[in-house]
């Protein structure tokens, strides 16, 4: 299975902000919406960085309340992981284990495609998974 396969259930809506805003936008953003991060994007909709609920914690653990005044340019990750639509499932499993983030924001022609959480991919490969058992057990019940 592959990043299409999440994206065309959960679809490619991904919620983006300017890196002119501060980390006080990012963090009301990330919690009216209830997700985990937001890419941050440049007038063309190219990916510039990401920002994330960890990023909120470190620059308040780090800076107090004033934190929240830093611009994002200040806090994000600008070396930003993607994958593309062909990526398979497992390959960003690994992919996000061994980078230890949670969020893979998903690039089609140089653009912003879509954003798949560790969650989503869990999620698609449990539904995966019980399928496979399912049609061993038809299986074997049959032969």
Do not use: W
Request: glycine fraction near 6%; hydrophobic fraction near 45%.
């Amino acid at each position: 299975m592959t990043v299409k396969a999440i994206l065309s259930k959960k679809g490619a809506d991904v919620l983006t902000i300017e890196p002119t805003k501060n980390l006080a936008a990012a963090a009301r953003l990330l919690a009216e919406h209830a997700i985990g991060a937001l890419v941050v994007t440049g007038p063309d909709r190219r990916i510039v960085g990401i920002v994330s609920e960890r990023d909120v914690v470190h620059e308040l653990a780090a800076h107090g309340p004033a934190a929240l005044e830093l611009p994002l340019t200040d806090v994000m990750t600008r070396r930003v992981m993607t994958c593309s639509l062909s990526d398979t499932i497992i390959s960003v499993m690994e992919r996000m284990t061994q980078g230890k983030f949670r969020h893979l924001p998903v690039i089609e022609q140089g653009r912003l495609a879509g954003i798949v959480s560790i969650g989503d991919v869990v999620k698609h490969r449990l539904q995966e998974m019980e399928r496979e058992q399912s049609a061993l057990r038809d299986y074997i019940q049959t032969a």
